[in-house]
T-cell receptor, first 109, second 113 residues
Framework: AQRVTQPEKLLSVFKGAPVELKCNYS??????LFWYVQYSRQRLQLLLR??SRESIKGFTADLNKGETSFHLKKPFAQEEDSAMYYC???????????FGTGTRLTIIP | ETGVTQSPTHLIKTRGQQVTLRCSSQ?????VSWYQQALGQGPQFIFQ???????GRGNFPPRFSGLQFPNYSSELNVNALELDDSALYLC????????????FGPGTRLTVT
């Protein structure tokens, strides 16, 4: 069965410092990986997906199939990045999402 | 374009009762998925509906059931409520195709006492 692990429940980073939120997955096959974000008092929304290879709000994530990881990175944290971040996976042709437990990111001014 | 809406926002039920939660999908979307999010956890997939048929189910007992209507809105029904059913229930809509983004609603907070 597929599984997504986010080892850090809480992460605090100073403004301007680099950010890395870790995500590891277990799945036999070719998964599609996502990062979802939930800002305070807002609904869960897609931040980025690996197949699009886009950089959204300065965030990037590279799928490393050898290490089964999909870490989220940003070179310079901003205060508005404070939010709850969820890593998720699905497999092609099926839209069921399997989520990790989430990491609460706090940016310290 | 109207986003995903859910009703009610909150509700409190007693153990053993039944509850119905409602979801209106985003305009143009034909697929609705339901997730349960317990406190401190990520959302867990309950089931998905596509064109009024169940199209995949997670590890939830049969007392969790659903419907999708011709206008693609959906209901989640839970019978014989248990204390562990207390959670945020999220609905997400998408355009079927396997590569389309899921758009989430604000959720319904269910408390079972």
């Amino acid at each position: 069965a597929q599984r997504v692990t986010q080892p850090e429940k809480l992460l605090s980073v100073f403004k301007g410092a680099p950010v890395e939120l870790k995500c590891n997955y277990s799945y036999s096959g070719s998964p599609e990986l996502f990062w979802y974000v939930q800002y305070s008092r807002q609904r869960l929304q897609l931040l980025l997906r690996h197949i699009s290879r886009e950089s959204i709000k300065g965030f990037t994530a590279d799928l490393n199939k050898g290490e089964t990881s999909f870490h989220l990175k940003k070179p310079f944290a901003q205060e508005e990045d404070s939010a709850m971040y969820y890593c998720a996976l699905s497999f092609f042709g099926n839209e069921k999402l399997t989520f990790g437990t989430g990491t609460r990111l706090t940016i310290i001014p | 374009e109207t986003g995903v809406t859910q009703s009610p926002t909150h509700l409190i039920k007693t153990r053993g009762q039944q509850v119905t939660l409602r979801c209106s999908s985003q305009s143009g979307h034909n697929t609705v998925s339901w997730y349960q999010q317990a406190l401190g956890q990520g959302p867990q997939f309950i089931f998905q509906y596509y064109r009024e048929e169940e199209n995949g189910r997670g590890n939830f007992p049969p007392r969790f059931s659903g419907l999708q209507f011709p206008n693609y809105s959906s209901e989640l029904n839970v019978n014989a409520l248990e204390l562990d059913d207390s959670a945020l229930y999220l609905c997400a809509s998408s355009l079927s195709g396997g590569t389309y983004e899921q758009y989430f609603g604000p959720g319904t907070r269910l408390t079972v006492t």
